[in-house]
Structure formats: structure tokens, C-alpha cells
T-cell receptor, first 115, second 113 residues
Framework: AQSVAQPEDQVNVAEGNPLTVKCTYS??????LFWYVQYPNRGLQFLLK??????LVKGSYGFEAEFNKSQTSFHLKKPSALVSDSALYFCAVRALSGGYQKVTFGTGTKLQVIP | ETGVTQSPTHLIKTRGQQVTLRCSSQ?????VSWYQQALGQGPQFIFQYYREEENGRGNFPPRFSGLQFPNYSSELNVNALELDDSALYLC????????????FGPGTRLTVL
């Protein structure tokens, strides 16, 4: 069975400081890893993904994520946080399971950027 | 390029009733997935359709069923509604392939009384 864990319900960071939102996963086979952001009363928006290759992937709005196979982690990072980054962030893994595609999302981490 | 749209925006039903939710995929996308997002939770994968056939399913009972049409639009049907079915239902479209990102609609808020 595949799973995604986001250990922090909320992350608070001061504007201008670097931010990290943590994600670990468990999946058999090759994982395809994604980060999405959700603003209040809205659907999810794609930020970035890891498929293969370079462990550091860059995405929208200055976000990046580091894939670490040995630690089965895919942490989301940004060098300098903006107040407008405040939102709910979801990590997801997509993989083949028994010939079927299955997607599993984490429970989400609320990012609060303090002015 | 039009994004993913869903209808209706909000819906109120009573326990035991049936409901149909609709989704129009983003132009050019041939795969659609449905998710249930309870308040304060992450989206839970219901199922995925590709070329009008289900090719992925999460841990949801058979009373959750779907359809995908030749134009790649989709429906989610839920029979015998239960109180716990109250949630935000999200539709997401994508190109085929587990490595492709999904584009989400704004969701349908279903309330079961």
C-alpha cells in the first residue's frame, strides 16, 4: 500500500525567511511525486513534480523540492517566503498498483507566512 | 485554453438519495480523476477514467460510480447517500501517464442531511 505523510499540520515562517514543508512517502516501485497548493474555497493548483533525474526540481512561484530516495522524502522549499504563499500545501504520490494507477495525497500542511 | 469546470457548485441532499456531479476536463486532456476532500483532510482518490474506462480506484464502495464521455467530460454518481458523504468533491484532468500533473476544478460542495 502506498502512503504519504506530512508530519506538520502547520508551519509558521517570517516573511523573507526560507521555508520548508516536509513530506515522506511509501510506495512500491518508482514514485511520481507532486506538490499542490490549495487556497481557501478553491481547487488544488500544481506546483512541481519529480519524475526522474535531478533530485532538485524547480516549480512555480519560486518553489523547489528535493527528492531523497534513501530517506523517502520530498520536502518543499522556498528560499524567501512571501505573505502570499500562505495556503494549504499537499504532497502526493502517484504510482502503478496492480496494473492500476493510484494517487495518494498527504493530509496537508498549512503554511502561515507572518509579515 | 479552458480549465476544468465542475457543476453544481453546491448541493444539498438527504440521506438515501442519489446525486450526480459533473466535470468538464481541460482541453486536450484524456484522463479524469475524482477525489473526495472532507473538511480539514487531504483529497481521497475515488477513481480515474481513461478513454471511457475506469483504470484506477481507491477504497470507495461500489455506490460510488462514474462515467467518462467521448468528449472526456465525466460524471460522478453516488447512490444511497450517507451523512459521511458530505465533502468537497474534486475533479482533476490530465494527460495519460502516472507522471503527469493534474489540473483541478473548483469542486462541488455536497452536504448530506
Amino acid at each position: 500500500a502506498q502512503s504519504v505523510a506530512q508530519p506538520e499540520d502547520q508551519v509558521n515562517v517570517a516573511e523573507g525567511n526560507p521555508l520548508t514543508v516536509k513530506c515522506t512517502y511509501s510506495v512500491s516501485g518508482n514514485p511520481y511525486l507532486f506538490w499542490y497548493v490549495q487556497y481557501p474555497n478553491r481547487g488544488l493548483q500544481f506546483l512541481l513534480k519529480y519524475i526522474t533525474g535531478d533530485n532538485l526540481v524547480k516549480g512555480s512561484y519560486g518553489f523547489e523540492a528535493e527528492f531523497n530516495k534513501s530517506q523517502t522524502s520530498f520536502h518543499l522549499k522556498k528560499p524567501s517566503a512571501l505573505v502570499s504563499d500562505s495556503a494549504l500545501y499537499f504532497c502526493a504520490v502517484r504510482a502503478l498498483s496492480g496494473g492500476y494507477q493510484k494517487v495518494t495525497f498527504g493530509t496537508g500542511t498549512k503554511l502561515q507566512v507572518i509579515p | 485554453e479552458t480549465g476544468v469546470t465542475q457543476s453544481p457548485t453546491h448541493l444539498i441532499k438527504t440521506r438515501g438519495q442519489q446525486v450526480t456531479l459533473r466535470c468538464s476536463s481541460q482541453s486536450g486532456h484524456n484522463t479524469v480523476s475524482w477525489y473526495q476532500q472532507a473538511l480539514g483532510q487531504g483529497p481521497q482518490f475515488i477513481f480515474q477514467y481513461y478513454r471511457e474506462e475506469e483504470n484506477g480506484r481507491g477504497n470507495f464502495p461500489p455506490r460510488f460510480s462514474g462515467l467518462q464521455f467521448p468528449n472526456y467530460s465525466s460524471e460522478l454518481n453516488v447512490n444511497a447517500l450517507e451523512l459521511d458523504d458530505s465533502a468537497l468533491y474534486l475533479c482533476a484532468s490530465s494527460l495519460t501517464g502516472a507522471y503527469t500533473e493534474q489540473f483541478f476544478g473548483p469542486g462541488t460542495r455536497l452536504t448530506v442531511l
